[in-house]
């Protein structure tokens, strides 16, 4: 009789794919765990930056302070952390993690920043380091990292913003059609040595920094008369040709709300004052008008406290419409009272700082007085 072994059977084990998967469970754990550590840190790092690049940009705008006034580094770090938290609340920021420093863009990198040791070179540029770890604000707790003895980690992000002098102007800058001699604006900015002891300044007049509302009162910047009733004194007695030499109302109100259009410096009256870049940079000399129309008025009256651009004269010949005045500097500065009763009409001003995005970087010419192209984050 025929027999068939049958082949044996191994014996079951069992468990071998528990134990399997205990082992595969952990790794994948601990798997998950790093990736909600990792991204966890990745997305404070991400917000801290975030943070520090917005309060860097404000502060670098805080480090513009109105012509002839000082700096207030007080003033730049409150309004840093002003900004810090806006955009992350309960941030503490150390005072010297905000640097108020000279920014040389021409520099090699590395070597682009540097203190601002004296009033003639004021800090145009705020470092800010914003941090979580055992200096300020506790390093950022993990959630699973305990597990293998890290409980924390320490956190930090830096941010270094940039604001420039502007050298010139650009179609679409809020830039006035009138202009005023030199030595006016610098005696209202308390610049001295310039010969203007017998110029007339007050402060009577404060422009509110945040609504850019006008009231009396001081506020520590002078203010000085646009228009008066001597030839060449105190200022100017006419409005400026800023594209058509025939300007009318209509335009010289337009300009005051808006600025010049690519239109008025394309005008063939105007068109050679004009770089080969679209500028108007100075020196540049252009005609002028008489008087102040009585419509013109309510345009001024309208950007009372709002900063404006002005060119600033030397020099002039001639007389009326066959004025011409020789242009050698930018300044900021906004309207704050405007009084066309009886004659002369009369409009004050006081020096301001303007920020806009239709002004050109200062290269190798004559730096605008308080005008400044928008703030940006650079590379030290």
Same mark, same amino acid.
Not at 284 to 293: A, N, R
Not at 363 to 379: D, E, H, S, W
């Given at each position: 009789?025929?027999?068939?072994?049958?082949?044996?059977?191994?014996?079951?084990?069992?468990?071998?794919?528990?134990?399997?998967?205990?082992?595969?469970?952990?790794?994948?754990? $601990?798997?998950?765990?790093? /990736?909600?550590?990792?991204?966890?840190?990745?997305?404070?790092?991400?917000?801290?930056?975030?943070?520090?690049?917005? /309060?860097?940009? /404000?502060?670098?705008?805080?480090?513009?302070?109105?012509?002839?006034?000082? #700096?207030?580094?007080?003033? !730049?770090?409150?309004?840093?952390?002003?900004?810090?938290?806006?955009?992350?609340?309960?941030?503490?920021?150390?005072?010297?993690?905000?640097?108020?420093?000279?920014?040389?863009?021409?520099?090699?990198?590395?070597?682009?920043?540097? =203190?601002?040791?004296? =009033?003639?070179?004021?800090?145009?540029?705020? #470092?800010?380091?914003?941090?979580?770890?055992?200096?300020?604000?506790?390093?950022?707790?993990?959630?699973?990292?305990?597990?293998?003895?890290?409980?924390?980690?320490?956190?930090?992000?830096?941010?270094?913003?940039?604001?420039?002098?502007?050298?010139?102007?650009?179609?679409?800058?809020?830039?006035?059609?009138?202009?005023?001699?030199?030595?006016?604006?610098?005696?209202?900015?308390?610049?001295?040595?310039?010969?203007?002891?017998?110029?007339?300044?007050?402060?009577?007049?404060?422009?509110?920094?945040?609504?850019?509302? !006008?009231?009396?009162?001081?506020?520590?910047?002078?203010?000085?008369?646009?228009?008066?009733?001597?030839?060449?004194?105190?200022?100017?007695?006419?409005?400026?040709?800023?594209?058509?030499?025939?300007?009318?109302?209509?335009?010289?109100?337009?300009?005051?709300?808006?600025?010049?259009?690519?239109?008025?410096?394309?005008?063939?009256?105007?068109?050679?004052?004009?770089?080969?870049?679209?500028?108007?940079?100075?020196?540049?000399?252009?005609?002028?008008?008489?008087?102040?129309?009585?419509?013109?008025?309510?345009?001024?009256?309208?950007?009372?406290?709002?900063?404006?651009?002005?060119?600033?004269?030397?020099?002039?010949?001639?007389?009326?419409?066959?004025?011409?005045?020789?242009?050698?500097?930018?300044? $900021?500065?906004?309207?704050?009272?405007?009084?066309?009763?009886?004659?002369?009409?009369?409009?004050?001003?006081?020096?301001?700082?303007?920020?806009?995005?239709? !002004?050109?970087?200062?290269?190798?010419?004559?730096?605008?007085?308080?005008?400044?192209?928008?703030?940006?984050?650079?590379?030290?």
């Amino acid at each position: 009789m025929l027999t068939i072994a049958h082949a044996s059977r191994p014996a079951a084990r069992r468990g071998n794919v528990l134990i399997l998967f205990a082992v595969l469970l952990t790794s994948l754990i $601990g798997m998950v765990a790093f /990736a909600i550590d990792t991204g966890y840190i990745a997305l404070t790092k991400t917000k801290l930056q975030a943070t520090a690049d917005a /309060a860097a940009l /404000a502060g670098a705008v805080a480090t513009a302070a109105p012509p002839g006034e000082p #700096q207030n580094a007080a003033a !730049v770090r409150a309004e840093v952390r002003r900004y810090v938290e806006l955009n992350t609340s309960g941030l503490t920021v150390l005072d010297e993690d905000v640097r108020l420093v000279r920014y040389t863009p021409t520099a090699e990198p590395g070597d682009r920043l540097s =203190a601002s040791s004296s =009033a003639a070179q004021p800090a145009n540029a705020v #470092q800010v380091t914003l941090r979580r770890d055992a200096l300020a604000n506790n390093p950022l707790r993990l959630f699973f990292a305990p597990v293998i003895g890290t409980n924390s980690a320490s956190l930090a992000a830096t941010a270094t913003a940039y604001i420039g002098s502007a050298g010139g102007v650009t179609a679409g800058a809020p830039l006035l059609p009138y202009t005023m001699h030199i030595d006016y604006y610098h005696a209202a900015a308390g610049l001295t040595g310039l010969g203007q002891s017998a110029i007339t300044v007050a402060d009577a007049f404060t422009v509110d920094p945040t609504t850019l509302r !006008v009231s009396p009162g001081s506020d520590g910047v002078m203010e000085v008369v646009l228009f008066g009733d001597r030839q060449h004194a105190p200022g100017n007695f006419g409005s400026l040709d800023i594209g058509s030499s025939q300007n009318g109302t209509s335009e010289l109100e337009r300009q005051v709300y808006s600025g010049p259009t690519p239109g008025d410096f394309a005008n063939p009256d105007f068109a050679t004052n004009v770089g080969a870049d679209g500028s108007l940079q100075v020196p540049f000399s252009t005609t002028g008008d008489t008087g102040l129309s009585g419509s013109v008025k309510t345009a001024l009256e309208a950007i009372a406290g709002k900063p404006r651009i002005i060119p600033l004269y030397d020099t002039v010949s001639g007389s009326g419409n066959g004025a011409v005045y020789h242009l050698v500097e930018f300044a $900021g500065v906004v309207v704050t009272k405007v009084d066309f009763n009886g004659s002369p009409k009369r409009v004050w001003v006081q020096p301001a700082f303007v920020v806009s995005n239709k !002004v050109s970087p200062v290269t190798t010419g004559k730096a605008a007085t308080g005008v400044y192209t928008p703030p940006k984050l650079v590379i030290p």
